[in-house]
């Protein structure tokens, strides 16, 4: 049984230019994909299993060969093989979907997908491959590809050696016979991005927008292969870059593609909503009430009526916590935009209990039983003075140290 798969509108048409409905983004493949199905040792297989093996061909580039391997159904579950060929047949064409939305990743967007299910007398002892057919050139222009598929893909890649896997071979054939599946790859035309705008909106009342630079800039693979992952990442670095210059509600909205068929161009558009412009209001903290609230703000990396910076509240909570007095703790803005152009900060704190003791013994041939302890006082007077009492005694040997600390002195 051959079935086609070809992307809705990747065909060549008698204009010049095509809509795409949007980079499709490589992410995780298919249905059930965040389940190991490895992770079960004592699964029973169907008498009727069918084992199989798989080969694949055209694939443009060891990179994309890689996600192949790494993305499949067939390949995830190959080890527990199907319990029947027309699931078998199922399962490869559902992976023909995959196959286009890495392809398409990769700025392949008029590629094509073969599927074949066939039965065989008996598979081969060689594992299944993925063969490429471009040129290395072509093929190393892999780029960078989401965290998200490679943290996807590695639940199935990162299995314990120590999980014994079912024997579907063992020394009789399968119930169910074998099978291979063949995928056969027409990539097509890599598409280069010929341009990317990043298109600032609603920036606030009578504020005309801000200013920052092209997506080239970002890392937009612009002139490049249309790489989705790339494309993205420069999305992302142009909002932070927004957060980092007063806007810290901005959002991206849209993202709007066009397709020249003919020259294989995409031009790219990013909608991008900044939001207005605010300062640092008020701090607010909330969970130390053993700690000075004006101690707590002298740690401030900002100081109120000062434009916007999320790096600096990531560096407030850096601090507060590096002071040894909490347990976990964080700073922020209100989640929605608040009325005005000030936004409050919000300090969420918890603390430690304040003071550790520990008594201990201790015996060496030396110096024979000894013992020693400890007590620390971690806020003493509440403003993180810290006061350390260390003694140790044996009959040879007696000695007390103390240790006085005031942070944030004057």
């Given at each position: 049984m051959t079935t086609q798969t070809r992307r809705s509108g990747s065909r060549r048409l008698p204009w010049p230019t095509a809509r795409i409905a949007g980079i499709t983004l490589l992410v995780a493949s298919a249905a059930g994909c965040g389940r190991d199905f490895n992770a079960f040792p004592d699964l029973d297989v169907p008498e009727t299993a069918v084992d199989y093996d798989i080969v694949v061909t055209g694939a443009p580039g060891e990179r994309a060969a890689e996600l192949i391997e790494e993305s499949l159904l067939v390949y995830r579950r190959q080890e527990v093989g199907a319990q029947s060929l027309a699931l078998l047949r199922r399962r490869a064409n559902a992976d023909a979907e995959t196959v286009l939305k890495i392809l398409h990743s990769l700025?392949?967007?008029?590629?094509?997908?073969?599927?074949?299910?066939?039965?065989?007398?008996?598979?081969e002892e060689e594992p299944a491959t993925v063969k490429g057919t471009l040129s290395s050139a072509a093929g190393a222009v892999g780029g960078a590809v989401s965290g998200t598929v490679r943290a996807v893909t590695g639940l199935f890649r990162d299995r314990p050696d120590e999980v014994e896997q079912p024997d579907l071979l063992g020394d009789d054939p399968p119930p169910g016979g074998y099978a291979r599946v063949t995928i056969e790859i027409a990539p097509g035309p890599?598409?280069?991005l010929a341009e990317h705008d990043l298109v600032l909106l609603d920036s606030g009342p009578e504020a005309p927008p801000p200013t920052i630079p092209?997506?080239?800039h970002f890392g937009s693979p612009v002139g490049g292969p249309a790489l989705a992952a790339e494309i993205v990442a420069a999305e992302g670095e142009a909002l932070q870059m927004l957060k980092q210059i007063g806007r810290p509600y901005a959002e991206q909205l849209d993202r709007d593609s066009v397709a020249d068929l003919e020259q294989n161009q995409i031009e790219v558009d990013t909608f991008i909503a900044t939001g207005r412009e605010y300062v640092f209001g008020d701090t607010r903290i909330e969970g130390a009430p053993n700690v000075e609230d004006d101690f707590l703000l002298s740690y401030r990396p900002y100081v109120t009526g000062e434009r916007v910076d999320t790096r600096a509240l990531e560096k407030y909570q850096e601090r507060l916590i590096d002071t040894g007095l909490f347990d976990a703790g964080s700073a922020r803005l209100p989640e929605e935009p608040p009325v005005g152009d000030s936004a409050p900060v919000l300090v969420q704190l918890e603390e430690r209990p304040p003071r550790t003791v520990a008594l201990g013994l201790e015996y060496s041939t030396d110096i024979g039983t000894a013992a020693n302890f400890s007590f620390e006082h971690r806020n003493l007077a509440g403003r993180g003075e810290s006061v350390a009492v260390e003694g140790f005694g044996s009959f040879e040997e007696q000695r007390v140290t103390t240790r006085f600390r005031k942070?944030?002195?004057r």
């Open positions: 700025g392949f967007y008029e590629g094509t997908v073969e599927v074949d299910v066939d039965r065989v007398a008996a598979i890599r598409f280069v092209a997506a080239r942070p944030q002195w």
